[in-house]
C-alpha cells in the first residue's frame, strides 16, 4: 500500500475522500463494527438536537447528503451511521471492518501495521500512515486514593447507557464539560440526589452572542494547536471556551444545581470525601473527564516526548516521516477535521512523490 488510513470516522473518511484518485494504493481500516465512527456509540439520549452540530463531510452535499437535513429528534448513533455509511457509498470508500490495529512500527522506511486478530486484514505495510483513531477509546478517569474500593457503579461518558439506568440513585458526575452539564440535565428529574464536581471553578458564559462563541472556538483550536506544536499535553477546549449558556444549561441553573464542588479528595465504600472531611454518600459516579486521543498502537514508535505529548505540525508527526495524525488537537472538532482533511492529504502526496520536506 502507498497509504493506510487508520480510522473511519469524520477525520479519516475526510482524508480518504481527497485521497481517492489513489484508487486501491490507500487502504482504509477501522475497528467498528460498522460506519459512523465513534456516533455508532453514543448513548440514545443523544439526538443531533442536543449537539453542537455537526460539519458536513468534504463532498457531502454534491452527494446529497448533509447532517444538517437530517431529523435532529433522532439519536446521532443512528442518523450519523447512517449519513456516513451513504457517503462511503457514494465516493466508492472502501472500509475494511472490523480492523483494530495494535500496533505500528517502520522497517526499512516503510510503516508495518498489525491489526488484532480474527480480523479481514491481519497485517499491512504502507509507505504512508493517516492515524484517525479519535478519542472515544480512551476516556480520560482522575486517579482518586480508594477509587477501587467504591461500592457503587462507575462510568464513564463512553458507557453512559441513558438517565433510566439511574433512577432513584444518588448520582456524582464528575467534570466541567458539556457532556457531564448533559448527563446532569438528564438526570436531574430521575435521580434522587445529584452533585456535580469540577477541577476548578466553572465559567459560564451568559454572553452567548455567536461572533464570541465562534472566537472562543477558534481560541480554543488555536491553543490546541500551540500545545501541539510544542509537544505539550493538550489543554481543554472547555477551559478556553467557558460553558455556553445553553438551554439545558438554564434548566439546571433553575434547578440551582450549576453550583459546582471541588474535586472529591479521596472515595470510599459508600461514597466520595470532600475537602472539609465529610462524605457525600454516592450510589454511582459517572467519570465526565474528558479523554486522551487514542495512541497506543502507536508507542513503538516513539512519538511521545518526555512529558507524554507529541509534537505535531499541522497534522504531521514531528521527526516522523510520512505520519499524520488526522483529526489530532485543533482538527478534533468535525468543522476543523474536514477542513485540514486537504491539507493532510497534500502533506501525503508530497511524501509519496518524495518532494516533502517534513518537520523534523
Ligand atoms: C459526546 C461527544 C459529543 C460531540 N459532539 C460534537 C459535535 O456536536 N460537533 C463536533 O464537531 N464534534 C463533536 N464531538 C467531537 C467528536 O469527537 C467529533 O465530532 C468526531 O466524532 C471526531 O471524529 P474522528 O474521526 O476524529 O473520531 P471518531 O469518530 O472517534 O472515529 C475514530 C475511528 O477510529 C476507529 N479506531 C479507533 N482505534 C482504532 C484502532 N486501533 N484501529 C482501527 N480503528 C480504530 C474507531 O472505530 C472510529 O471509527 C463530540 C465528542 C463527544 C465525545
Known sequence: MDVAVIGAGQAGLAVAYHLR??????????????????WQHRWPSLTLGRTHSLADLPGMRAAGLSFSDADPRVPARDTVPELMSRYEEAYGLHVARPVRIVRVTRESGRFVIEAAPG??????????????????????????????????????????????????????????????????????????ALRWYTRRPPVIRDDASSELG???????????DAAALAGQLLPSIVSVTGIPLTPPVRRLKARGLLDSHPMPVRMVPDGLVETDGSVWAADAIIWATGFDHALDHLEPLGIRGADGGVRVDQGRVVGQPGLILAGYAGQASTVSAARAARTSARHVREHLSGAADWPA
Open 21 to 38: 484518485d489513489l484508487g486501491p494504493r490507500v487502504a482504509l481500516v477501522d475497528a467498528g463494527p460498522r460506519a459512523g465512527g465513534a
Open 214 to 224: 465562534f472566537a472562543r472556538g477558534r481560541a480554543a483550536v488555536e491553543a490546541q
Open 119 to 192: 480480523g479481514p486484514v491481519p497485517r499491512l505495510e504502507a509507505r504512508a500512515v493517516v492515524n484517525a483513531t479519535g478519542t472515544w477509546t480512551a476516556p480520560r478517569v482522575p486517579e482518586l486514593p480508594g477509587r477501587d474500593t467504591f461500592a457503587g457503579r462507575q462510568i464513564t461518558t463512553a458507557g453512559y447507557p441513558g438517565a433510566h439506568a439511574f433512577a432513584g440513585l444518588r448520582v456524582a458526575v464528575v467534570g466541567g464539560g458539556l457532556s457531564a452539564l448533559g448527563f446532569m440535565d438528564e438526570l436531574a428529574p430521575v435521580a434522587s
